[in-house]
């Protein structure tokens, strides 16, 4: 009998220590990636909106801001953002000129300190409320990226034609067909990547715009990492600025096809 | 006699060269286990998109090629020949109409987030306000 006593009073010590392991595991900190060009106007109202929804779902958080030398003074509206939020929360990691996004997320990364990483646009194209739905996603199936899709379930957009929206479903199609990638939207730029991983995919990519995002989805899946996906709602207030133009198109084509050939 | 002989003699080349052309069939036969088993997956796994297309495109090429074109002589009924010719024709056809329909569907069940852009507006509106009571001067 009391033999058994002891075996009971060891099973439960283990079983404590096991929980204090899992919360351990709880500290998960989420860093956000903001690579901003003119984004005076978006700035404080994507980082308001950062704050209200980390804030509400309680995980910890920090925000990157990457400007690569904005004349209309983005930085000095993130200085005070930082004088507001405190600079654990807001970081600034300004750089010269605009050197492209795949150097801003090398940039942004090296200064990281949480373990996971999420990219996106600072123009409110894409909205914080999913980013307690892409934590939910990745806790849920441990994946290595969650991706923001605008082409399943509640997933759409707001502010397209019915042009725009013809060229992005015939897009989609043609890169469903000849790449068959396995996610349903691979020039959406709303996405979780564990730090690592974000790490290792982005000194293999070579492309540029449109086509870096899609080859980072390609070399996740020929590195064998799981990707998850959640709906969102893309609303593009810019569209009257930045026309979907012929170049535009060609210059996708021929990222399109370089990745054929060569994934 | 010397005519069996020559009948023998003859019967002895024709069952070696039966022979032989099982030999060769049988080494055929293994290469393409070796190659299906083994090469295959290697190959498979480590080819680029275009490659697989390529290779996919080819087999269904030499397949069309030895049914429409009798290259083996394998005596198939006309039926068959009738089926196959039109094929790649055919199945362009219903792959332009298959492309044609699902964008088609899919750009028409776009949805569109009416919401999302009006939720959008009136959060603007109070981080604004909340931004100033902080003290940002934009």
Known sequence: MPHRCLYDVRHANMASRRGNAKTQLQSDKYSVLLPTYNERENLPLIVWLLVKYFGESGYNYEIIVIDDGSPDGTLQIAEQLQKIYGSDKIILRPRAQKLGLGTAYIHGIKHATGNFVIIMDADLSHHPKFIPQFIEKQKEGGYDLVSGTRYRGDGGVYGWDLRRKLISRGANFVTQVLLRPGASDLTGSFRLYKKEVLEKLVERCVSKGYVFQMEMIVRARQLDCTIGEVPISFVDRVYGESKLGGNEIVSFLKGLLTLFATT | ?138
């Not at chain 2, 022979?19 to 796994?45: D, K």
Request: charged content about 20%; proline content about 4%.
């Open chain 2, 1 to 138: 006699m010397s005519h069996h002989t020559f009948r023998h003699r003859g019967v002895i080349k024709v069952r070696c060269l039966v022979e032989s052309g099982e030999l060769a069939l049988c080494a055929a036969g293994g290469f393409c286990h070796f190659y299906f088993t083994l090469l295959c997956p290697i190959i498979l796994c480590t080819m680029t998109k275009l490659l697989e297309w390529v290779f996919g495109v080819s087999l269904i090429g030499i397949a069309w090629g030895l049914v429409t074109f009798d290259l083996l002589d394998l005596q198939l009924p006309p039926r068959y020949k009738e089926v196959a010719w039109p094929m790649p024709i055919y199945l362009l056809v219903v792959f332009g109409c298959y492309s044609l329909a699902t964008v088609g569907y899919r750009v028409a069940t776009f949805n569109d987030c009416e919401d999302a852009a009006q939720e959008l507006q009136a959060q603007i509106k109070q981080a604004k306000d909340d931004l100033k009571k902080k003290g940002l001067k934009m």
